[in-house]
């Protein structure tokens, strides 16, 4: 299972964008997905999560009400809508699969067990 993240930028405090995760020949729709953002000198952190098992969605209290992810079932692809981005936004993102399916997410990177290549997010005036 190979994710290949993209739609990552720079962009200006209070810009949007959308970042997708795709996994060519996969079909993810049935498999929790993550994302999850690393910046420099600290950790990997889990910010938002869709379930395999009913489409259920979690979000870390940092993006919460700013963020939104979603799954394109006939795309095969999984989006995080990111709005009113800020500055402590910046960071390398990534997604993550869970093999197992329908199971539901988590925020935690021991609950995935495929990652991609990340993408960089970039807010600055």
């Known amino acids: 299972l190979q994710l290949v993240e993209s739609g990552g930028g720079l962009v200006e405090p209070g810009g949007s964008l959308r970042l997708s995760c795709a996994a060519p020949?996969?079909?993810?729709?049935?498999?929790?997905i993550g994302w999850f953002r690393q910046a420099p000198g600290k950790e990997r952190e889990g910010i938002s999560c869709i379930s395999g098992s009913d489409s259920n969605t979690g979000y870390a209290d940092s993006v919460k009400g700013r963020f939104t992810i979603s799954r394109d079932n006939a795309k095969n692809t999984v989006y995080l809508q990111m709005d009113s981005l800020k500055p402590e936004d910046t960071a390398v993102y990534y997604c993550?699969?869970?093999?197992?399916?329908?199971?539901?997410?988590?925020?935690?990177?021991?609950?995935?067990?495929?990652w991609g290549q990340g993408t960089q997010v970039t807010v600055s005036s």
């Open positions: 993550a699969a869970d093999s197992w399916v329908f199971r539901k997410c988590a925020l935690t990177r021991l609950h995935y067990n495929n």
């Open positions: 020949g996969f079909t993810l729709e049935r498999n929790a």
